[in-house]
């Protein structure tokens, strides 16, 4: 399913992203009842709801051998190569494997607070203890990474803050949302959106990050139901905004 959500998440980005940004940057209310997208991204957007129906298909099939495949989502194959993919799916691709890294990283937590003893009395704070040492992971050593590879600071921190995005939104996009809100042994998907956001308040305030998480919420959201105007001084604050209607 983090695969699946990772193309859908891409779609979604695509399709609202330049809206998005527009308006913010303008000063003018983000009104989704007054979307101007263009034909590639209204197709995308299509896509992307395209994707929803089939992400609740996957998850009552059990396995992908159950489902039709979506044709405009490569199979994730052993055989399959990221180099022959379009840019596009790379990144769908890139922000998958983060994906997978985050889930291995907060199941660890899990295993060492058994195995030590000392897991939070409560579930649902073991759930967040276990995504901060994920959040942490996956963020600490950025810079002397990029000294050693000779990539720029900000697109790792960027790509990797990304993935973490996908992953606490990974509910909104294969999930109903009778699923979203706290349960006795989980957060709300809200809940964990926010611990991210604050986890990654250093990013600049119109970063590509708070585009790609706005982008995601809103997309699912409009798939519920219409949406009302939201006035944002800044990306960071428009995301933070949506999250408050999840
Ligand atoms: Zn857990």
Redesign the pocket.
């Known amino acids: 399913l983090i695969w699946l959500y990772a193309f859908m998440s891409c779609r979604a980005l695509f399709a609202l992203s330049g809206f998005l940004l527009e308006q913010v940057a303008s000063g003018q209310p983000v009104d989704p009842n007054a979307m101007r997208l263009t034909a590639a991204e209204a197709e995308a957007f299509e896509r992307y709801k395209g994707l929803l129906s089939k992400a609740s298909e996957l998850r009552f099939a059990g396995t992908i051998l159950d489902m039709s495949w979506p044709d405009d989502v490569p199979k994730p194959t052993r055989a399959l190569d990221r180099a022959t993919l379009s840019t596009p799916d790379q990144t769908g691709y890139d922000l998958a494997h983060f994906g997978y890294a985050y889930a291995i990283l ?2 660890i937590q ?1 295993v060492k607070f058994s195995s030590d003893g000392n897991a939070p009395a409560e579930p649902v704070d ?2 967040i203890a ?1 995504d901060k040492f994920a959040f942490e992971f996956v963020l600490a050593k950025i810079p002397e990474y990029a000294i050693q590879t000779r990539e720029n600071e900000l697109l790792v921190r960027r790509k990797r803050a990304a993935s973490l995005m996908l992953v606490m939104s990974l509910p909104l996009g294969v999930a109903d949302p009778d699923y979203w809100s706290e349960t006795p042994t ?1 957060p709300s998907v809200r809940r964990r959106l926010e611990l991210l956001a604050a986890e990654l308040d250093s990013l600049p305030a119109n970063d590509d990050v708070w585009l790609y998480g706005s982008a995601v919420v809103l997309a699912r959201l409009l798939a519920v139901s219409s949406q009302s105007p939201i006035q944002a001084t800044t990306a960071r604050n428009l995301f933070r905004q949506l999250l408050a209607k999840i």
């Open positions: 907060h199941e899990h073991e759930e276990c989980h």
